[in-house]
């Protein structure tokens, strides 16, 4: 999967050598990159996608300072990994209030780039392994692994019940299963995939969730899904 990247810069030539050293670093390493520019951080904030999975924002900007859009962005998406690019390292210093990665110091060397672009990307592989996207109607959310309680469907539409609230979307609840195998998921009947984390208790057909949640578990399921969650279990107590 391409690694989602946004550039946002209002010098055009430091955007276009930014985009050059990604398409170098693609060809060196077979890494595979989505690009989208921004000359104005106030169109990103605006219409933000919530999809990148690292930005590189440029601090001194004339409508809007890095700095104040790297902050308007935590509000919108406390996931993406942020890289700051400027000539002035005292304020790059001070990107990490925002919970920046890293600072390039411009004019820009590709080989301090790509050492920088290697470290992020590994972190990019972290963040992906712990976090969902789900696509709603209001655009692009994504949520924590940890903070799912249990999803459910009900014609085609998955609902997905979180620490923080509810969202929607359509899909198949299999394929939702498959794409979460080995993260601690399992359905206990063909409506509800569970979070075992979530499990407080296994009482005859129901499984009780931390959030009061009671859930039906099917017959077919009983063993499996006991078994399942036994073993889960197990394996966080020998951690």
Do not use: W
Not at 215 to 228: A, D, H, M
């Amino acid at each position: 999967m391409a690694i989602r990247v946004g550039i946002v810069e209002d010098e055009a030539q430091a955007a276009q050598t930014l985009q050059q050293y990604l398409t170098r670093f693609s060809g060196e390493n077979g890494t595979q990159f989505h690009i989208r520019v921004y000359d104005n951080p106030i169109i990103l904030l605006e219409n933000y996608p919530a999809d990148f999975d690292l930005i590189y924002m440029d601090i001194q900007m004339p409508m809007m300072n890095g700095m104040e859009a790297a902050r308007r962005l935590r509000t919108l998406d406390e996931k993406v990994l942020l890289v700051f690019v400027t000539s002035l390292t005292q304020y790059a210093i001070a990107g990490y209030s925002v919970s920046a990665l890293d600072y390039i110091v411009k004019p820009v060397n590709y080989y301090d780039f790509a050492l920088k672009l290697t470290r992020a990307l590994k972190r990019v592989d972290s963040v992906r392994a712990n976090v969902l996207s789900i696509s709603t109607q209001a655009g692009t959310t994504r949520v924590d692994l940890d903070d799912i309680t249990y999803v459910e469907v009900q014609n085609h539409q998955l609902t997905y019940h979180t620490v923080e609230g509810t969202y929607s979307q359509y899909g198949s609840i299999g394929a939702l299963a498959r794409e979460l195998a080995g993260k601690g998921f399992a359905q206990c009947n063909s409506c509800y995939l569970v979070n075992l984390q979530h499990v407080r208790e296994i009482a005859g057909y129901t499984v009780r969730l931390s959030d009061g949640s009671g859930l039906k578990i099917s017959q077919p399921r009983k063993k499996s899904f006991t078994e399942i969650f036994h073993a889960y279990r197990a394996g966080r107590q020998e951690e």
